[in-house]
């Protein structure tokens, strides 16, 4: 498994895993020309999980188990703790089956109060994990919340991936009602659909992340990894774009959105918020500042940050309740 985590970090630095279109290119902002607001006043910090982010960003979750993994994840701990923005980590399966592992998660240490996840692979619930396993994953990092991803585009075309999705959602229900912790549940670039958002919320599950089409391809990077590059280019345009699932999940009513896939600059930050989002997530644009250093990571961040408030200037937003008022228009 280390093996494989190291290619996905590879073959997403040095090959084109990225295609198709969010849809935020189909929407687009009003332009202020009377502002009638101070620059400088500008607040970009909002609320998630009972606690303060200066940015509705967090960096989504990528890497862990081997020493770069544990490199990458010290940097960008660091990083979204100076900027106060929140972290999740990359899937901690590899640390559950072999605790030595632990350590290139454990970043607590580096970022005492930001919100921290915990991430697993929800199809593993039919591969021996369970509640214990939840937990021993949430409890490994200090974690504020556990994030489930449903990855079955990417397990269907990885060789050695788990295709067991049966009965998935009534696992994920059991969890719910037993873990004293919030779950988030994501996808990692296929989009969640209305029907998908409303069955995990009637299983109890308050935030969706949607991980939608138009950013890191998995279709891509495992028909890379398994020499077939066929299936990965044939499914390559398979999934929901990022701005549609944000809008199918925002019509079930309280469910808190996070809006990732594909989401690469401040203005994409704005334009999610103002569809109802509560946070932007972004993982690629991460990983080679990662790799660098935690400043990189940092600097990545305030130029997001320094876009999302020219974005919120120039609509003539002071702070983000109200650029959630904010109105966007199609244009094609
Ligand atoms: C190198 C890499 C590793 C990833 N590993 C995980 C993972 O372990 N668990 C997970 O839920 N998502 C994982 N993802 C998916 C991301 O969290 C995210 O959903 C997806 O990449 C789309 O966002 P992006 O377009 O901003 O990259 C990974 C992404 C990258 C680039």
Known sequence: MQEKKAEHIRICLEREVESGATGFERF?????????????KID????????????PIMISSMTGGTPEGGRINQNLAKAAQKTKIALAL????IAIESPRLASTFKVRKYAKDIVILANIGAVQLN???????????????GADGIIFHLNPLQEAIQTEGDKNFSKLNGKIKSIAQKLNYPIIVKEVGGGISYQTAKKLNQAGIKIIDVAGWGGTNWAIIEGLR????????????????????????????????IASGGIRTGIDIAKAISLGANL???AKPFLEPGLKSSKAVEDKI???????????????????????????IKVN
């Open 44 to 55: 970009t910090s909002t609320e998630f999980l009972g606690k303060k982010l200066l940015a």
């Open 280 to 282: 932007a997530g972004l």
């Open 28 to 40: 687009r902002f009003i332009h202020n020309a009377l502002p009638e607001i101070d620059f400088r």
């Open 302 to 328: 305030n130029s997001l940050i320094y876009q999302l408030k020219i974005a919120m200037f120039c609509v003539g937003a002071r702070n983000i309740t109200q650029l959630k008022k904010i109105k966007l």
């Open 226 to 257: 398994s020499k077939n590059k066929e299936i990965g280019q044939i499914f390559s345009n398979w999934g929901i774009p990022t701005m549609e699932s944000i809008i199918q999940c925002k019509k079930i009513k309280g469910l808190q959105i």
């Open 90 to 93: 990359g899937s901690q399966r």
């Open 127 to 141: 591969y021996g994990f369970g509640l214990k396993e939840c937990q021993r994953a949430i409890k490994m990092i």
